[in-house]
Nanobody
Framework: QVQLVESGGGLEQAGGSLRLSCAVSGSTFSRYVMGWFRQAPGKEREFVAQISWNTGSTYYADSVKGRFTISRDKAKNTVYLQMNSLKPEDTAVYYC??????????????????WGQGTQVTVSS
């Protein structure tokens, strides 16, 4: 299995930026797709972005497209989420996740089988 530890969350003003990091350890066979999800109080967990570990191909939710960038550094075993032009509605706990099987377009939380503890992002208005 894979272990994931998020960091980089915090408080930011609307229009500002934050970069989240996800340290990845464990089997490389369990991380062929890495993703970021978020969950606000009272809401369901929401897909944000994903990246192929090997190729770097990315896919984004419409709500963050053009503002957020997912990337990975293979040598550092780290996945990043650069968040620009933050909005109050981006406020949520952000989770790093790994998908070991399935297809590229499987983007629900149930399609990912390893999860980090989450890091809080709060955007003030």
């Amino acid at each position: 299995q894979v272990q994931l530890v998020e960091s980089g969350g915090g408080l930011e003003q609307a229009g500002g930026s934050l970069r989240l990091s996800c340290a990845v350890s464990g089997s490389t066979f369990s991380r062929y797709v890495m993703g970021w999800f978020r969950q606000a109080p009272g809401k369901e967990r929401e897909f944000v972005a994903q990246i192929s570990w090997n190729t770097g191909s990315t896919y984004y939710a419409d709500s963050v497209k053009g503002r957020f960038t997912i990337s990975r550094d293979k040598a550092k075993n780290t996945v990043y989420l650069q968040m620009n032009s933050l909005k109050p509605e981006d406020t949520a706990v952000y989770y790093c996740a790994a998908k070991s099987r399935g297809t590229w377009m499987d983007q629900t939380a149930a399609d990912f089988d390893s999860w980090g503890q989450g890091t809080q992002v709060t955007v003030s208005s």
